[in-house]
Structures are given as structure tokens and as C-alpha cells.
């Protein structure tokens, strides 16, 4: 029994110790801001349950493209909330293209997010892509709720290279 404090103590200090690692510690920016540019992303759409396996597959289809192209990040836009929409969701997984050009895989297209929308875009560098979903969409939502903006059903997530990780939130 007195080994047990000492082995708490250890093993807290270790998994710290990754977080950090991982990034865990940095904090994002955030900014209200209006898209100067349209954005030009290349995917496949998809409507369903959150934990549909044909999700995931399309997720995994996407980070092979990424790793064939490494400087295109990962882009997804979610038309809804799936915490409102119980567990629902309609998407675009793939990843952010810089034009039209790109020969496509078999079932993929392009959509355009068009310049002008007024977002809540929060950023954070350097954080693993297993941490980055949830400091971005936290830093978001407090901000949107600071500031008293009405979401929009729009969300445009961007995971980079070099960790260099973006979520844009559609607001009124």
C-alpha cells in the first residue's frame, strides 16, 4: 500500500508527460474573421450516422491522398452539428486543393466554400492531430459564446502539415 502514491505520482507525471508531447499544452488563436478567398476542396460527401464504417473509409481514403501529396492538408466541411442533429451528419471528407487541375480518384469531386462568410476561425501549430479536434472546436464555441454570434451551420476543418491545424465556424 505505500507503493500505491509513489506509482500514482509516477504514472500521472508520465501520461503529462505525453500530453505535452503531443501538444496538449498550446493553446489556439482565435479571430472573427470574413474568408477573403474561396476555398477549393476535392472528397467525397457523405450523410449518415457518425459512426458509420463508410465514415471512417472515407477518412482513411482521404489521409492516403494527403500522404501522396503531402502539401495538401486534410479539409473537412461539416453541414451540421452532430451534437444537435443526435449523432447525424452531413459532410464533405477530403482534402484542400489549390485548383482544378488534380486528377481525382474514382467517386471524388470538388466544392467550393465561397469567399465573403463571416467565420470564427480558430488556429493552433504544433499540436497531434489526436489532440487538435477538440482545443479547436472548444477555443470556437467559447469564443462564439464570448462574443454572443449565432452559429451557422457551417464548419471547415483543415489539418495540416506540420500540425499546422484550422477550424472555421460559420457565425451571424
Do not use: C
Not at 465573403?116 to 472546436?137: D, E, H, I, N, W
Not at 472548444?138 to 471547415?156: E, G, S, W
Amino acid at each position: 500500500m505505500r507503493f500505491f502514491f509513489p506509482l500514482v505520482l509516477i504514472f500521472t507525471a508520465i501520461g503529462l508527460g505525453i500530453y505535452a508531447y503531443l501538444g496538449g499544452l498550446r493553446t489556439p488563436s482565435v479571430a472573427l474573421e470574413t474568408t477573403a478567398a474561396p476555398v477549393l476542396l476535392a472528397g467525397q460527401p457523405f450523410r449518415g450516422k457518425v459512426d458509420d464504417s463508410r465514415f471512417g473509409e472515407l477518412f482513411r481514403t482521404a489521409k492516403n491522398w494527403q500522404d501522396a501529396h503531402p502539401s495538401q492538408p486534410l479539409a473537412n466541411l461539416y453541414y451540421n452539428d452532430p451534437e444537435s442533429a443526435h449523432d447525424s451528419i452531413r459532410a464533405f471528407v477530403g482534402v484542400l486543393v489549390p485548383d482544378t487541375a488534380a486528377v481525382l480518384p474514382t467517386g471524388w469531386r470538388y466544392r467550393v466554400v465561397p469567399a465573403g462568410r463571416r467565420v470564427v476561425t480558430a488556429r493552433v501549430q504544433g499540436v497531434s492531430f489526436l489532440l487538435a479536434p477538440g482545443k479547436l472546436y472548444t477555443t470556437a464555441q467559447q469564443h462564439i459564446k464570448d462574443q454572443k454570434l449565432t452559429k451557422q451551420p457551417f464548419y471547415l476543418e483543415q489539418f495540416g502539415p506540420n500540425e499546422a491545424d484550422e477550424l472555421r465556424v460559420g457565425v451571424q
